[in-house]
């Protein structure tokens, strides 16, 4: 079994939620006392957010860099970013540390390929939605993303970092989540991106219309294939 790290404390919720479907799913395939053999690093998810509003991420990146660069150090042969906003900075630490950062992304993207749907909706953080590094791994496979208005963007990435990252579940939030998702598939998404490791404490699968790809799931499981491999 090959040892990874994960770095996560972003927030620390959803970390577990990795440690626990990691370890389930390695006892699930090897059976009797086996299970995953993982180093974590849990990271002040303050100073990730406060250098991330001010648009400073060379100051993030040293924090991540700092965190996988121990776990490294640990006998990890790849790195698992417990979140998807820090998958902006997996190609800069790939190169920097010449160890495999397992990708969110394409574990999303493989799982939406498989169902063979075409549209996708994505929800996450204003940076996942906004910038190009998770929509990239879609459009390398030929999926087309789509994701909310402005006001709605902003009120996605403000109840994620003040309600969610601490554990805060709201039945209004999750009211307006749904009504969100059902403006994208009435613009034609025919699947919706749980694309913060977060939201999953928020939706299920049977609260959403069509398909849903819960990210921290995925990506525990592609951890799995890498581990097993």
């Known amino acids: 079994m090959k040892k990874v790290g994960l770095v996560g404390g972003i927030s620390w919720f959803s970390t ?5 479907y990691i370890n389930l799913e390695v006892n699930k395939r090897l059976g009797r006392l086996n299970f995953a053999e993982l180093l974590l690093y849990s990271v002040n998810y303050q100073r ?4 991330n509003a001010r648009d400073d991420w060379e100051s993030t990146f040293q924090i991540i860099e700092s965190a996988a660069g121990d776990l490294k150090k640990g006998g990890a042969t ?4 417990c979140a998807n906003t ?4 997996a190609d800069q630490l790939e190169a920097k540390l010449q160890l495999p950062i397992i990708h969110i992304a394409t574990a ?3 799982a939406i390929h498989q169902q063979q749907l075409k ?7 204003k940076f996942t939605m906004e910038l190009d590094f998770f929509k990239d791994k879609l459009s390398a ?5 789509i994701i909310p208005n402005e006001e709605d963007r902003q009120f996605i990435h403000r109840t994620i970092g003040e309600e969610l990252g601490g554990g805060i579940i709201l039945e209004s939030t999750k009211k307006r989540y749904l009504a969100i998702i059902d403006t994208l598939i009435a613009a034609g998404a025919e699947g919706i991106i749980l694309g913060c490791t977060e939201i999953p404490m928020l939706l ?3 609260d959403i219309a069509v398909p849903s790809f819960d990210t921290t799931y995925l990506h525990s499981m592609a951890v799995v294939d890498y581990m097993l491999s």
């Open 16 to 20: 577990a939620d990795y440690y626990r």
């Open 48 to 51: 990730i957010t406060d250098n």
């Open 78 to 81: 790849a790195i698992v970013l």
């Open 86 to 89: 820090m998958h902006k900075l």
């Open 108 to 110: 999303t993207a493989n």
């Open 119 to 125: 549209k996708v909706a994505l929800l996450g953080t």
């Open 141 to 145: 496979q030929k999926i087309e993303c």
């Open 204 to 206: 299920k699968p049977e």
